[in-house]
């Protein structure tokens, strides 16, 4: 069982730059891929960013490549989203989650968390 807490989202403005984390709990959280999805109003929840159980291996969204990164330190048992040069269509309820496999799929992710709110101004 792998429990999962996001912090670090808040209010910024256009230009701006925020860190998500997000902190597991479980023995085995090494050997899942977490991903960062996010969804807002009215939207599908879609994919920001994705890391291979070693962190060898990423994928971002065509939208964020470039001003997000996404890291994990198996010691912490925590993944970071380094989010740079925000812009208003970045605002949406950020989420991460672990899966078995590297996926960019939620329905192949197992765990979530709970959801922090990212708010960029204009």
């Known amino acids: 069982q792998v429990q999962l807490v996001e912090s670090g989202g808040g209010l910024v403005q256009a230009g701006g730059s925020l860190r998500l984390s997000c902190a597991a709990s479980?023995?085995?959280?090494?050997?899942?891929?977490v991903g960062w999805f996010r969804q807002a109003p009215g939207k599908e929840r879609e994919c920001v960013a994705a890391i291979s159980w070693s962190g060898g291996g990423t994928n971002y969204a065509d939208s964020v490549e470039g001003r997000f990164t996404i890291s994990k330190d198996n010691n912490r048992g925590t993944v970071y989203l380094q989010m740079n040069n925000l812009q208003p269509e970045d605002t949406a309820v950020y989420y991460c989650?672990?899966?078995?496999?590297?996926?960019?799929?939620?329905?192949?992710?197992?765990?979530w968390g709970q959801g922090t709110q990212v708010t960029v101004s204009s």
């Open positions: 479980g023995r085995t959280f090494w050997r899942f891929a």
């Open positions: 989650a672990a899966a078995k496999r590297f996926t960019v799929q939620p329905e192949e992710y197992d765990y």
